[in-house]
Each structure stands twice: as C-alpha cells, then as structure tokens.
C-alpha cells in the first residue's frame, strides 16, 4: 500500500510559478508510472504530466513548455513545476502512482491563478 500526499498549492497571480510536491509513504521505486492530473469546477478529471521510473516524460498540450515533472526515488518524491501560470491552470491537482494493476492517488492541492 502506498499513501501520496500533494502539497505546495496555493493562490499565486498568472505568470507566477508554483511548486507542487507528491510525497508517498513507501518507495516510489516500484510505481512504474507517476503523474499529476488535474481537475476544475464542472471539468473532468484531466491528464497533465506523467513520468515513468525509467525518467520519461509525457505532457498535456496544454501545459508543454510551462510545466516539468520529475521525481527523486532516494526522497520518495515526485514534483511539478509550473511556470508561466495562466488563469485556465486552476484546479484541485492530484498525483498518482501506478504499479503494476493498481493505481494509487493522493487527496488533491488547489491551485488557484489570478490576474
């Protein structure tokens, strides 16, 4: 069992940065596929970033450029940072990390972009 706790939102003004934090309970060495999905008011639940335990990357159209995602398996930590933040980028983040069948999430850090 693997517990992922988010952190690092907040309310910041577009163009700003912010850095979110996935930290789990166990290793992340197993979870062969980590990711930050993202969800706003009356929207589903959307891919943003993800990163395999083999270190590559995939991203939302949406976000490339702005955004990067890594994670550091030594501090059982996965991260994302978000550059040139624009008003569209508010939601409730969410991290995830899969092994093998089974897809582990954590409870959600609002991140809320004001001009």
């Known amino acids: 069992q693997v517990q992922l706790v988010e952190s690092g939102g907040g309310l910041v003004q577009a163009g700003g940065s912010l850095r979110l934090s996935c930290s789990a309970s166990?290793?992340?060495?197993?979870?062969?596929?980590m990711g930050w999905y993202r969800q706003a008011p009356g929207k589903e639940r959307e891919l943003v970033a993800t990163?395999?335990?083999?270190?590559?990357?995939n991203f939302a159209d949406s976000v490339k450029g702005r955004f990067t995602i890594s994670r550091d398996n030594a501090k059982n930590t996965m991260y994302l940072q978000m550059n040139s933040l624009k008003h569209e980028d508010t939601a409730v983040y969410y991290c995830?990390?899969?092994?093998?069948?089974?897809?582990?999430w954590g409870q959600g850090t609002q991140v809320t972009v004001f001009s």
């Open positions: 990163i395999t335990s083999g270190g590559t990357t």
């Open positions: 995830s990390g899969t092994r093998i069948f089974t897809t582990y």
């Open positions: 166990g290793s992340i060495f197993s979870l062969n596929v």
